[in-house]
């Protein structure tokens, strides 16, 4: 089992930039690919980006790329966004997600998410 808790939201200026930090428990993590998802109210939860396990294949949405980076440490249990140049349709609960596939299309096991709001 692996427990998810992602860190690092809050509120930023359009231009500006947040890291978000996802948390694993558990010896196995190394062993998944990883994800970053976005959701707002009332809407699908929509992939950004994903990390193969060893970390050297990355997938980002068209929508991010070239603004936002995705990285991971497996020996501290981490995968982070940086995320750069954010715009106010950045906005949303931001989730990473544990996957065995790859590219990554099925999930076993999700954080609770943490709020990113841009204002314009």
């Known amino acids: 089992q692996v427990q998810l808790v992602e860190s690092g939201g809050g509120l930023v200026q359009a231009g500006g930039s947040l890291r978000l930090s996802c948390a694993a428990s558990?010896?196995?993590?190394?062993?998944?690919?990883m994800a970053w998802f976005r959701q707002a109210p009332g809407k699908e939860r929509d992939i950004v980006a994903g990390?193969?396990?060893?970390?050297?294949?990355?997938y980002y949405t068209d929508s991010v790329k070239g603004r936002f980076t995705v990285s991971r440490d497996n020996a501290k249990n981490t995968v982070d966004l940086q995320m750069n140049s954010l715009r106010p349709e950045d906005t949303d609960v931001y989730y990473c997600?544990?996957?065995?596939?790859?590219?990554?299309?099925?999930?076993?096991?999700w954080g609770q998410g943490t709020q990113v709001t841009v204002s314009s």
């Open positions: 558990g010896r196995a993590f190394s062993g998944y690919n």
């Open positions: 997600a544990t996957s065995r596939s790859w590219p990554p299309t099925m999930y076993e096991h």
């Open positions: 990390i193969s396990w060893n970390g050297r294949t990355t």
